[in-house]
T-cell receptor, first 113, second 112 residues
Framework: KAGVTQTPRYLIKTRGQQVTLSCSPISGHRSVSWYQQTPGQGLQFLFE???????NKGNFPGRFSGRQFSNSRSEMNVSTLELGDSALYLC????????????FGQGTRLTVV | ELKVEQNPLFLSMQEGKNYTIYCNYS?????LYWYRQDPGKSLESLFVLLSNGAVKQEGRLMASLDTKARLSTLHITAAVHDLSATYFCAGDDTGTASKLTFGTGTRLQVTL
């Protein structure tokens, strides 16, 4: 069965621009969480969506936002990009609220220049 | 706020040797997760530990959870080169794996 799919895999943007990343969860999974991975800060939780509603949010500025569609696909948007936003962005999918295992996608490598 | 600490940060070990990675967490988190990450790749789920005293084994890796000590361990038996990767533990204070708090990771290098 297909895993978690993230697009694009690589992205280069300029400071001040905005970017949208996409995540398609495993078929049948309704929860999507987003994480940022950097060498300095490690893996940090951004937010989680379930049934098109944001349920949890990490400590990131309002420039980071997300949404989930009725087919469970999720997008995250970063506006006014800063150099420090360069990171690997990972999404994880879970079947439902009660399930305790999360499966990660390959990630999107964002470079801000 | 849940905090997760791993040690060591870096581990270089010879093939055939045994070693243990430690994961301490700060507050209530009765579930603990172990992931493996190869360079430039995503996170692969290794173990999900759901209760105190849980022990799981897969090949040369064995993970355990002691919720009273707030400690999980990942034991590597007779290491082989293929185990070289970064290993992360993660806690979860929501009980549902929806908001994982990760440790800093342990980079394991297995040499001949």
């Amino acid at each position: 069965k297909a895993g978690v799919t993230q697009t694009p895999r690589y992205l280069i943007k300029t400071r001040g621009q905005q970017v949208t990343l996409s995540c398609s969860p495993i078929s049948g999974h309704r929860s999507v969480s987003w994480y940022q991975q950097t060498p300095g800060q490690g893996l940090q939780f951004l937010f989680e969506y379930f049934s098109e509603t944001q349920r949890n949010k990490g400590n990131f500025p309002g420039r980071f936002s997300g949404r989930q569609f009725s087919n469970s696909r999720s997008e995250m948007n970063v506006s006014t990009l800063e150099l420090g936003d360069s990171a690997l962005y990972l999404c994880a999918s879970r079947r439902g609220l009660e399930v305790t295992e999360a499966f990660f996608g390959q990630g999107t490598r964002l470079t801000v220049v | 706020e849940l905090k997760v600490e791993q040690n060591p940060l870096f581990l270089s070990m010879q093939e055939g040797k045994n070693y243990t990675i430690y994961c301490n967490y700060s507050t209530t988190s009765d579930r603990l997760y172990w992931y493996r990450q190869d360079p430039g790749k995503s996170l692969e789920s290794l173990f999900v530990l759901l209760s105190n005293g849980a022990v799981k084994q897969e090949g040369r890796l064995m993970a355990s959870l002691d919720t009273k000590a707030r400690l999980s361990t990942l034991h590597i038996t007779a290491a082989v080169h293929d185990l070289s990767a970064t290993y992360f533990c993660a806690g979860d204070d929501t009980g549902t794996a929806s908001k994982l708090t990760f440790g800093t990771g342990t980079r394991l290098q297995v040499t001949l």
